[in-house]
């Protein structure tokens, strides 16, 4: 069975310091990884995506990504953090031999508070 | 991006009445579309898969009864809250894949529908 854990409830980080936003995955085979943003009352957003290729996966925002299949893990990462990154983060992992209706499955949400 | 466009965005009823939510993929084509509910403290549970021209494909624990999908055309799938009761207060968000993207392609999402059930 797919799985995904943000282990963080909430991260707090200073405006203008790195931020990271933690996942861990299981699949049975191997790993689509995706991570989407959610601002209050809103939709998500699509940040950036892992499917073959590169561990280091740049997407939109200043954001990206790092696959790290020994450990299972997709942790978000920004070299500065802004104020108006402050927003709900999920990560997302589908299984690659799902096929094009294989749902995706969500982790419970980091909410990022990035202060002034 | 794609763009997915829910209506409507908020909708209060009185208990016992039925509500629709749209969903409708504009600039591409959707043969499967999910829905999702996300509660308060933030979770998305993954309600059901609506599937053009077939029967949702419901998650357990889902009232397919009481959550009515048509995916009726390419472009189009739609949410029925039958007899809502303020239980059914939350906020219900649909997702679409493009089809020509095939498996890698990633979700968009609508701007989700807030329901408050009276």
């Known amino acids: 069975a797919q799985s995904v854990a943000q282990p963080e409830d909430q991260v707090n980080v200073a405006e203008g310091n790195p931020l990271t936003v933690k996942c861990t995955y299981s699949v049975s085979g191997n790993p689509y990884l995706f991570w989407y943003v959610q601002y209050p009352n809103r939709g998500l957003q699509f940040l950036l995506k892992?499917?073959?290729?590169?561990?280091l996966v740049k997407g939109s925002y200043g954001f990206e990504a790092e696959f790290n299949k020994s450990q299972t893990s997709f942790h978000l990462k920004k070299p500065s953090a802004l104020v108006s990154d402050s927003a709900l983060y999920f990560c997302a992992v589908r299984d690659m031999y799902g096929g094009a209706t294989n749902k995706l499955i969500f982790g419970t949400g980091t909410l990022l508070a990035v202060q002034p | 991006g794609a763009v997915v466009s829910q209506h409507p965005s908020r909708v209060i009823c009185k208990s016992g009445t039925s509500v629709k939510i749209e969903c409708r993929s504009l600039d591409f084509q959707a043969t499967t579309m999910f829905w999702y509910r996300q509660f308060p403290k933030k979770s998305l549970m993954l309600m059901a898969t609506?599937?053009?021209?077939?029967?949702?494909?419901?998650e357990q624990g889902v009232e397919k009864d009481k959550f009515l999908i048509n995916h009726a055309s390419l472009t189009l799938s739609t949410l029925t809250v039958t007899s809502a009761h303020p239980e059914d207060s939350s906020f219900y968000i649909c997702?679409?894949?493009?089809?020509?993207?095939?498996?890698?392609?990633?979700?968009?999402f609508g701007e989700g529908s807030r329901l408050t059930v009276l």
């Open positions: 609506s599937n053009e021209g077939s029967k949702a494909t419901y």
């Open positions: 997702s679409a894949r493009d089809y020509l993207a095939g498996s890698t392609g990633e979700l968009f």
């Open positions: 892992y499917i073959t290729g590169d561990n």
